[in-house]
């Protein structure tokens, strides 16, 4: 008998992305497509592959809604760190950072410090193949990539100014854009939705810093920009529905009435907002709440609104003084705009930098993400073994010393060889469980590709289904799995307006099959891996039996846990996804 599919998926349980009834079922790939799902079992020799599921999950490929993939798709098109977790569909451009229109060395420097990658590996990238200067050229590029993940896009205002007035001048507070350039500006932005992309990402948050050397140190473009000028990309992105994304300036607590209005709009139709970040932090105990309070009044008011959640212990990794919470505040900021080891040492032993840094650190109420705690933060690694596994505060105390003074000798003594860590928030279980039942959020924030040496979230939607099962397994009703499956893949393609996060009959077959009892395992656990085509070592997670198949459009991405050989060879996998 001829096969009628490519893929035949037996008895397990079938997750469709849209929250409804999971069941024990069948699904039939054929073409690229979802073209059979049955309760009842189809016949084995109509299909060329099949997969015995008995006991694992069949679900919606993954969406990671914010990743800084920009760079890396490029030379490394699989973007399999991502793939190997089931992510299917991935979003670029966040945090006002594309690299769509801006020349090669803008675009370089004013990704790399923000997003810790190293620009001697991303500037050359972007020299070597950055041919286009709009957002049509670059989707075009794109599509002749062999992608593993489907990929969308926001357009970045920071690319967009930088694009318009210079990187000198879009960094210069002085300077507001002649009516010529703010039109220039609406027109780029206008160009990019009608290329398929899902709106603007800015950011506000002043900390973030330009690498280079001809604005170093100086904040991100799109912090220069008056609230006119983003009222002005606000009325297209109103007017054509989609979405803004943005991140408030931490320092200018007020300033989130600007975003609430936009999001309004008032006498206006409202507008797609989604903000950076719900998180339960240890250093600000307000932060969380007032973010509900903001979004419970932007949707009783009738906006279309969603904080970013990730769900999930935040725990970062530094070396040395290397690290970008550091930024939030003068002293940790001074260190960091010397990029020379000696001149940077000299400054941390001078004693009246020292006293500027335990006044900063001394502050308790100044807004802040770190919380300032040298206590709650481990020595991973470190020349002299003795400290490792121990926390500053317990060495300080030891040594008789200020904490504050004891990192700094130790970081003038090691430098970026004493590495440590320390969880920043959502370190409570039961807290955020709260958080992820708010209907208000997306799930959420991975970073990925950003940040190497400081942070691996990306096996997050893992992370999401374990700690619900978990809960579900200890009697707690916090959701559903269904309605969990569904905030990690319908939710957000309905919301993002794209085509995925279901798999339906006649939906594009990107979808998983996971082994739900690997979910017991260390999901936090992180591990060094080789960055494909860069050179680097980074962070990642690995979690063995878990993910056993990932099918993008149709096709094996992941087989039996294992990456496939054509993914990033073959254009028969991801694509770029318009906004519908």
Not at 27 to 37: P, Q
Request: include cysteine; aromatic fraction near 8%; glycine fraction near 8%.
């Amino acid at each position: 008998m001829a096969t009628i599919y490519d893929v035949l998926i037996q008895r397990g349980r079938y997750y469709d992305g849209t929250g409804g009834p999971s069941q024990i079922a069948d699904v039939a790939i054929n073409d690229g497509r979802v073209a059979k799902v049955s309760a009842e079992p189809l016949d084995s020799s109509l299909a060329a592959r099949v997969i015995d599921a008995n006991g694992l999950w069949i679900t919606p490929g993954f969406i990671d809604a914010h990743t800084h993939y920009d760079a890396e798709l490029m030379v490394s098109p699989s973007l399999s760190e991502s793939v190997r977790h089931g992510v299917t569909t991935v979003l670029v451009g966040s945090c006002s950072l594309s690299m769509i229109c801006s020349e090669a060395e803008d675009a370089s420097d004013i990704f790399t410090r923000v997003e810790t990658v190293p620009r001697e590996k991303v500037l050359p990238i972007l020299q070597q193949y950055k041919t286009w200067r709009t957002p049509a050229q670059w989707v075009e590029f794109i599509k002749t990539l062999p992608l593993g993940p489907n990929l969308v896009s926001l357009l970045g205002h920071s690319d967009v100014r930088v694009a318009t007035l210079g990187l000198h001048r879009a960094t210069d507070r002085a300077v507001k854009p002649s009516e010529a350039e703010m039109q220039q500006m609406e027109k780029t932005l206008e160009n990019a939705l009608d290329a398929g992309f899902l709106g603007l990402s800015t950011m506000r948050l002043k900390w973030d810093k330009i690498d280079g050397d001809r604005e170093w140190s100086k904040s991100l473009p799109s912090t220069y920009a008056r609230a006119g000028e983003i009222r002005r990309l606000n009325r297209i992105l109103r007017s054509r529905g989609r979405i803004h994304q943005g991140a408030p300036n931490a320092a200018n607590p007020l300033q989130i009435f600007e975003y609430i209005g936009a999001a309004l709009g008032w006498l206006r139709r409202p507008m797609k907002m989604t903000l950076i970040t719900l998180i339960e932090l240890k250093g600000n105990f307000t932060v969380r709440p007032m973010a509900q309070l903001v979004s419970r009044l932007i949707q009783a008011l009738g906006g279309n609104f969603r904080w970013q959640l990730m769900p999930t212990p935040f725990t970062v990794y530094a070396d040395g003084i290397d690290v970008v919470f550091f930024e939030e505040f003068g002293a940790g900021e001074m260190a960091l705009d010397l990029r020379d080891q000696v001149e940077r040492n000299e400054l941390l032993k001078d004693e009246a930098y020292r006293r500027n840094f335990r006044k900063f650190y001394g502050e308790k109420l100044s807004p802040r993400v770190w919380q300032r705690d040298f206590g709650d933060a481990i020595v991973l690694e470190c020349p002299d073994a003795s400290l490792v596994g121990r926390n500053f505060a317990e060495i300080a105390t030891e040594r008789s010393v200020h904490v504050v003074d004891l990192f700094l000798d130790l970081v003038v003594e090691f430098g970026r060889s004493l590495r440590w860590y320390t969880t920043v928030g959502n370190a409570h279980e039961d807290k955020l469980l709260k958080l992820v039942h708010d209907p208000r959020t997306l799930i959420t924030f991975s970073d990925a590709g950003a940040h190497i040496r400081n942070m691996a979230f990306y096996n997050l939607p893992l992370r999401f289904l374990k700690l619900i099962k978990k809960a579900a397994d200890k009697g707690q009703s916090v959701m559903s799995m269904e309605h969990a499956v569904w905030r990690l893949t319908g939710e957000q393609g309905d919301w993002l307006g794209i085509d995925a996060g279901h798999i339906r009959e006649g939906d594009r077959a990107d979808l998983v099959i996971l082994d739900p009892a690997e979910l017991a395992q260390n999901l936090e656990q992180v591990s060094w891996a080789e960055m494909e085509n860069f050179g680097l070592q980074r962070l990642v997670n690995r979690n063995p039996g878990l993910v056993r198949h990932v099918f993008i459009n149709g096709r094996a991405a992941v087989s039996e846990g294992d990456i496939t050989p054509e993914l990033g060879k073959s254009s028969a996998f991801g694509s770029f996804l318009p906004a519908q």
